[in-house]
Each structure stands twice: as C-alpha cells, then as structure tokens.
C-alpha cells in the first residue's frame, strides 16, 4: 500500500497550481468547490499548509451574500467550456469583483473539510486557529442556503442546475428533461476531445444544460426570480446531506473555538427542520431509501442512486430505518458481480456502467459511504467499501468513475474512465490508505 500512497501524493503534488488544485490535466483545468474540499482532506496528510490554503483561495471567492460558486476560474483556459465569459457572473451584482466564476454551487462540504483537517492534523490549537479565521465564511455560505435556497422555509435547499449536484448526468433528471422544451444550441465541447465522447453527456442534455444557465442568466442569477422560473428545481438528498452534516461540523468546532452561542443556536435550528423535512419528504417506505424531489413537477423522482445513501454520512436516519437503507443498497448495488458502489441502481433499465454519473463507481461517493455506514456500525460493509475502492485503483489507476462490473476486470479489458490522475481520487484513496 506504501506505493499507492506515494502515488497519491505525486498526483496530487503535479495537480497543485500554487495556491488550489486542479481536479487533473486538461479536462478540468479550474478549481472546483467540492473537489477543493475532499482534495483538502488527501493535501492535510502530508502537507497541511497546502490543505489550509486550498480552503482560502476557495473561500477567497466567496460571493457578497454568501454564495460560493462550483468553478472559479483562476487562469485563461480553452480547454473547458462553457466558460467564464459564457456564464457572465457580473450580471450579479454580489458576485465576487476578484474572480471569475460560475453563478452555480455545488454540494456544501466545507463545513465537514474543516472538521477533518482538525481530526488529520496533530497540532490541534495551530489548526483551530486557521479554521477560526475562516469558519464564518462556511457559516455564511450555510446562511445564503436557508435564506435564498428554502422557498417554503421547509429546511430543504433546492439546486437549480444539475451541475448543482455534483451527479451532473444522473438519470435522475431524464424525466425533468423530458419536459423541458430547451433550444438547440450550437456550441463546441471540450470534455470530448479528451474523453470518449460514449463515457460523456450527450449535446441534447448539454441543450438542457445551457438552457437551465440562460434562464438564470436572464435573471441576473437571482434566486427569487430563478426558483419561479426555472424549469430544474430540485431537492436533492446528497446536496441535503452534506449541508446537514457541515452543519453538525460547524456547531461542533464552534464550540471547540468559544463565544459563538448565536450562530451555535441557529445551526441547531437549522438541523431539527431540516432532518426532520428531510426524513419526512425525501425517505420513499416503498424503495427503502432516500430520494429527489422534484419542486418544479411537484413530485418525488422514484429512482435510486448513490446520492440516495449520503444520509447515513450526515446521522439523518434511525438505527431501524438505516438497516432498511442498507438493505436496499445491497439488493440493488451489491453481490458478487459488482465493486460498490455504482452510482445508479443496477438492476435500472436506466443503469450504464461505463457513462459518467449513470452507473460508475465514483471514490468521494464510497469515501462518503465509508464513513455512513461506519457511523452505523455496519462495519463488514463499510471494509467492503474500502477495499474495493483501493482495489479498483490498484487494477487501472487513479481515475475519475469505474465501471462497477468485476467481470470486465477478469477479462483484462477494463481502463478507468474520465479524466487520469484525478485529484479526489488520490485524496480520498489517501485518506482510507490512513484510516486503521
């Protein structure tokens, strides 16, 4: 395992650009919100200046009302699209002055990211001392979702965007799609000049996709205006999740630093509505498991994915209802045939091994999961989780998704998928390598 650790560190060593780390090579050749946080958690094992300064520049741009978008772009690059100038951020008038950036977000885990880099780092107080001067940025962010993101007030955050989710082609949004009557748009790809244009999203869902970003454009990126008009509004319960779980960091690292019983009471308040909402609207009896929530159509999106098991990681479900949870992930993901965990159920006529967020096997998902089921005490499985993760690396590399299929990796076919050298990946993989 010691030289799959070295490799790790190499990676993300060659990834690092100064001040943040891209996700790899010329896909990706911008910083990403979640991406920073779970690349945060890899740099603190062996370079915790680096971890702390990834968390700045991320939080450096933060938007004047909290928001911190999921792409902020440091350099000039043609390589990614769309980019800057197609998302035109000024149009908002709190958006960050200093950087350009997206008028999106992604699932909030700094809060968490800050809690590990505590728990990595063996001198505590130098450690509570950086996550104090940043914490009420995390906080803010935490803020800008209940008063901007919460329409009804339920403790349940929309996203606008699938890009929002971090599951960015999930087939949870198909039948969104299908009732949206987005333009054709002309425009040229990026990701497919490195990627098999197979393993990628198709140019009618990049339509959506666009179509989903003009509207918000139209309306300067104002929530208000974007939740009465767009045709994507969601409530998802991986984005849910990870907001719920950085609460719980957040109340707890609060009271490590002192003095702060205001923002400590107003997390709480934020945790009880919104555990509660969370398990009386997303929990489905009937699948045994967590689902989306579709606002716009009014309606729960009845499929499962990995996201449907991120409430374990953040504490959200009973003992008794966890074990169904479980349940339904090894009737649906696992057996003897398939790595856990592919990110789309298995036995879906919707389910594709091999293209992106549609059935792949993605590590900051399992490294979420790990931990879930850990929290639970399902400890036979939670070790599944991890040698599998670690076994899929060892097989192909450290890559962005994997094809779920054991037999594709008996036959000696199988490469890993996506970008190569994939920052997350290596962090994550770090990270469990650390974990005894």
């Known amino acids: 395992m010691e030289g799959l650790k070295k490799k790790a560190i190499e990676i993300l060593k060659n990834n690092w650009q100064g001040s943040f780390t891209i996700p790899c ?19 603190a094992h062996f370079d915790m200046a680096k971890a702390k300064k990834e ?48 008028g999106m977000t992604q699932p909030p885990v700094t ?57 960015d082609n999930s087939p949870m949004w198909d039948d969104i799609f299908e009732t949206m009557n987005s333009p054709e748009y002309s425009f040229k790809r990026r990701d497919t000049a490195h990627v098999n244009p197979e393993q990628r999203p ?14 918000a454009k139209e309306h300067h990126y104002d929530d208000k205006k974007i939740a009465e008009s767009s045709p994507f509004l969601v409530q998802d319960p991986l984005f849910n999740s990870m907001l719920i779980k ?6 707890e690292l609060y009271a490590l630093i002192g003095n702060n019983h205001e923002k400590i009471g107003q997390l709480k308040e934020w945790q009880k509505k919104s555990i ?70 298995t036995t879906s006529d919707k389910y594709n091994p091999v293209k992106y967020w549609r059935g792949p096997v993605w590590i900051n998902l399992n490294w979420i999961l790990y931990y879930g089921l850990k929290k639970y005490g399902f400890q036979d499985l939670a070790l599944q989780i991890k040698n599998d993760s670690i076994e899929l690396v060892e097989k192909v590399g450290f890559y962005e998704y994997f094809d779920p299929r054991k037999e594709i990796y008996r036959s000696g076919d199988c490469k890993g998928y ?19």
């Not at 996506?418 to 005894?436: E, V, Y």
Request: glycine share 6%.
């Open 25 to 43: 090579a010329g896909l990706y050749p911008f910083q990403w919100k979640w991406d920073s946080g779970f690349i945060a958690i890899g740099l």
């Open 55 to 102: 968390i700045s520049t991320l939080l450096d741009a933060q938007w004047g009302n909290g928001f911190i978008p999921h792409i902020i772009f440091h350099n000039e690059s043609d390589t990614y699209f769309p980019g800057p100038d197609y998302h035109s951020t000024y149009l908002h008038p709190q958006a960050s002055k200093k950087y350009k950036s997206t």
């Open 111 to 167: 809060g968490f990211v800050l809690q590990e880099l505590y728990r990595i780092e063996k001198d505590k107080e130098d450690t509570l001392l950086f996550i104090e001067k940043v914490i009420d940025k995390v906080y803010e962010n935490h803020n800008y979702f209940y008063q901007n993101r919460d329409p009804f007030h339920e403790g349940l955050v929309y996203i606008y965007h699938n890009w929002e989710s971090g599951t």
């Open 202 to 215: 198709s140019k009618r869902e990049y339509d959506h996709y666009l179509h989903i970003l003009e509207i």
């Open 246 to 251: 950085s609460n719980q960091s957040l109340i």
């Open 276 to 345: 509660r909402a969370f398990n009386e609207k997303l929990y489905d009896k009937e699948l045994g498991a967590y689902i989306h929530y579709d606002l716009r159509n009014d309606k729960s999106i009845k499929h499962i994915s990995s996201s449907s098991f991120a409430p374990l990681f953040a504490g959200i479900p009973s003992q008794e209802r966890a074990q169904r949870v479980i349940d339904t992930l090894e009737e649906k993901f696992g057996g003897k045939d398939n790595y856990l965990c592919a990110s789309f159920d």
């Open 418 to 436: 996506g970008g190569r050298n994939f920052s997350w990946t290596a962090a994550l993989i770090l990270d469990l390598l650390n974990k005894k």
